[in-house]
């Protein structure tokens, strides 16, 4: 199997903060990939034009930008990278709120649902 061509990044793209990699943590370990990653992406979609896309992955692919961060490793592609920086992420469990949140400073519009933005 080739060698994935990846890179490493830092914090200053993406923060997972306590509650979300808590949360990470235990998700990965159910889905027996302690070792896996979130991958994040933007996406077109949403009420203001764009979206997140988070999904559970084994690892990063090739181009991907791999950020560990808070015992858990984020991989994002370069394209979506560009929308995120500078973003942190976090998780509730409030009932009516609850869920994994992004606070994105490049988010110049965003819908009242919190799913989606426009930069």
């Keep these: 199997m080739p060698a994935v061509n990846y890179k490493v990044g830092n914090e200053k793209l993406i923060k997972i903060l306590e509650g979300a990699s808590s949360h990470l943590c235990q998700l990965l370990e159910k889905q027996g990939r302690s070792d896996g990653a979130l991958r994040i992406a933007v996406v077109g979609g949403g009420c203001s034009g764009l979206q997140y896309k988070m999904d559970l992955v084994d690892g990063p692919r090739d181009r991907d930008i791999l950020i560990p961060s808070n015992s858990v490793n984020v991989v994002i ?42 930069a």
Excluded: I, M, R, W
């Design 77 to 118: 592609d370069p394209k979506s990278a560009l929308f995120v920086a500078g973003s942190e992420l976090d998780y509730s469990d409030d009932l009516q709120q609850g869920g994994f949140k992004v606070t994105n400073p490049n988010a110049q519009v965003t819908c009242s649902c919190g799913e989606s933005f426009a």
